[in-house]
Structure formats: C-alpha cells, structure tokens
Nanobody, 122 residues
Framework: QVQLVESGGGLVQAGGSLRLSCAAS????????MGWFRQAPGKERRFIAT????????YYADSVKGRFTISRDNAKNTVYLQMNSLKPEDTAVYYC???????????????WGQGTQVTVSS
C-alpha cells in the first residue's frame, strides 16, 4: 500500500505562485507514475498533469499548460506541482495520485492523497 500526503496549498492572489508537494511512502522499491488532479466545489475531479517514474514523460491538461510544471525527486519520494500565473478558476482541492504509467483518467489511479486546498483570490 502506498500512502500519499499533499502539502503546500493555501491562499494566493491572482498572478501569484504556489508549489505543491506530494510525499509518498509505504512501498520501498516500487515504481509508479504520478498525477495531479483538482476538484472544485460541485464539479468532478479533473486531470491536471502526470509524470512517468523516470520523469522523462510529462503531460498536462490544456487549462494549465505553460503555467504549471510537474516534477519529481525519487530520492525524496516526492512529486511537485509548481503553479505560476494562478487564476481564480484554479481554486480547488488538489490531489496527487499514483498509478503504473502516466495517464489522465482518475479511475486509472490506484493511490490517492487526502488533498490540499488552493484558493486564488481576484
């Protein structure tokens, strides 16, 4: 079993930046792709970005492409989401998740964190 814990959320003004972190534990030696998702109130959970185990492949939703960057440090068992040029519509609970290969649909991810709130004020 893999445990994922997100951190780094908070309140930021539009145009600002935040960096989210996702620390993984529980399966030493396991290799897995990681993804970030977000869910706004009353809306479904949506894909933001995913990264392969080696970090050589990354994919983004069009809504965040050019503003957000996913990265990972396997030595620290941590995945990051650097968010720049934040907009009020980026406000949501952000989740990290683990799966076998980089993919988009939430149902293909086996492991999930508890989420961290990001609020962007206008």
């Amino acid at each position: 079993q893999v445990q994922l814990v997100e951190s780094g959320g908070g309140l930021v003004q539009a145009g600002g930046s935040l960096r989210l972190s996702c620390a993984a534990s529980g399966r030493p030696g396991a290799t897995y792709a990681m993804g970030w998702f977000r869910q706004a109130p009353g809306k479904e959970r949506r894909f933001i970005a995913t990264i392969s185990w080696s970090g050589d492949r990354t994919y983004y939703a069009d809504s965040v492409k050019g503003r957000f960057t996913i990265s990972r440090d396997n030595a620290k068992n941590t995945v990051y989401l650097q968010m720049n040029s934040l907009k009020p519509e980026d406000t949501a609970v952000y989740y990290c998740a683990g799966t076998s290969v980089p993919t988009g649909p939430p149902y293909e991810y086996r492991y999930w964190g508890q989420g961290t709130q990001v609020t962007v004020s206008s």
